[in-house]
């Protein structure tokens, strides 16, 4: 069974840059077709998408967030990863990464989310 | 950029009752490509439906999904205690994912 878990720092400084890695188990990252993203909620607040990967590296980005955003996959380590730029307090949200179904494009593979706070 | 508009924001119901939510697009979606999810305080949120119209494994068959182009519906046909929740729905298009701001389910 896929499981996906989040890591990375959970307080970030203002203007800094947040770096998550989602690491992936009982599957390969690497298989054919599978893309892997990226969401976020702020306290409160719904569901926002930041971006998605392909297992073979090509991405693709929230319009509103892609001047900061950028994804990358290591198949050595079964991982793949999220750094934004320049954050700021409307950064800070539980992050969770995902699997996208590839034929229906729906999330039917979810990490359980990490809480990442901007704050000096 | 599709973006998806949930209404109501926040419905208040009782168990037994009925919940219709619904989903509308800017612009015309597949429903191939339109989702519904769950999701409860702290946790993840979990698949209810996909293709507009499909339950995910395990969702019961009080959850059912309808809709197409720019108009989609999550149905709850009698509402069980363990469905007073938050519901969104997703959409695939051109390489971009969107969600609707949600729409909040509680008891009355």
């Known amino acids: 069974q896929l499981q996906l878990q989040e890591s990375g720092p959970g307080l970030v400084k203002p203007s800094e840059t947040l770096s998550l890695t989602c690491s992936v188990s009982?599957?390969?990252?690497?298989?054919?077709?599978?893309?892997w993203g990226w969401i976020r909620q702020p306290p409160g607040k719904g569901l926002e998408w930041i971006g998605s990967?392909?297992?073979?590296?090509?991405?693709y980005y929230s319009p509103s967030l892609k001047s900061r955003v950028t994804m990358s996959v290591d198949t050595s380590k079964n991982q793949f990863s999220l750094k934004l730029r320049s954050v700021t307090a409307a950064d800070t949200a539980v992050y969770y990464c995902?699997?996208?179904?590839?034929?229906?494009?729906?999330?039917?593979?979810w990490g359980q989310g990490t809480l990442v706070t901007v704050s000096s | 950029e599709i973006v998806l508009t949930q209404s109501p924001g926040t419905v208040s119901l009782s168990p037994g009752e009925r919940a219709t939510l619904s989903c509308r697009a800017s612009?015309?979606?597949?429903?191939?490509?339109l989702a519904w999810y769950q999701q409860k305080p702290g946790q993840a949120p979990r698949l209810l439906i996909y293709?507009?119209?499909s339950r995910a494994t395990g969702i019961p068959d009080r959850f059912s999904g309808s809709g197409s182009g720019t108009d989609f519906t999550l149905t709850i046909s009698r509402l069980e205690p363990e469905d007073f929740a938050m519901y969104y729905c997703?959409?695939?298009?051109?390489?971009?994912?969107?969600f609707g701001q949600g729409t909040k389910v509680e008891i009355k």
């Open positions: 995902a699997r996208p179904n590839p034929y229906d494009f729906h999330f039917d593979n």
């Open positions: 009982g599957g390969s990252i690497s298989s054919n077709s599978y893309y």
């Open positions: 990967i392909y297992y073979s590296g090509g991405t």
């Open positions: 612009q015309s979606v597949s429903s191939s490509y």
């Open positions: 293709g507009a119209s």
């Open positions: 997703q959409q695939y298009g051109r390489s971009l994912w969107t």
